[in-house]
């Protein structure tokens, strides 16, 4: 694998996803797992827990991580760099249009309809996500139990991540 394939791939996502970090993990599963076969499904939601565990935005964690896997030092940067650009070159043309264009109406409306869309990519990836991860009986109450806490006391995510992979290390 090539480190200009492997920038290209990642540039690729970066172009086509909207949404943030978890609205663009399915479209990176799609590349990393189907696509290309660098990870497994089971190695790609490994990346996904290491992502989200680790600071800042989870499709940049996840491209680093799976570049450095694949290309050591030199790929973990060329795929930061291929996730990262398009939005960089998209959002300063944005924002000097922005600037330009902030009080008309039809620029308003596009910003509006962005939001559905952003809604539908993340739904999706929890889809493919819970599809994926939830796999037996012992998942399926991890989950709950997670859920139930974060959604009645608001609990610290990075905590409860800790805990449940501690859980998933002694159970499993």
Known sequence: MTYLWMMLTFAKIGLFSFGGGYAILAMIQHEVVI??????SSEFFDVVAISQMTP??????AATFIGYQKGGILGSLVC????ILPSLLIMTMI??????LRHKPWFQSVFYY?????????AAAAIIAGRDAIVDWFSIIVFAVCFALAWRF???PFLMLLVAGVIGFIWG
């Open 35 to 40: 696509n290309n076969q660098w990870l497994t």
């Open 56 to 61: 800042g935005p989870i499709a940049i964690n």
């Open 80 to 83: 930061t760099l291929g996730v």
């Open 95 to 100: 924002t000097i249009s922005y600037l330009k």
């Open 114 to 122: 962005l939001r559905p869309l952003s809604i539908g990519l993340i």
């Open 154 to 156: 608001r609990l610290n």
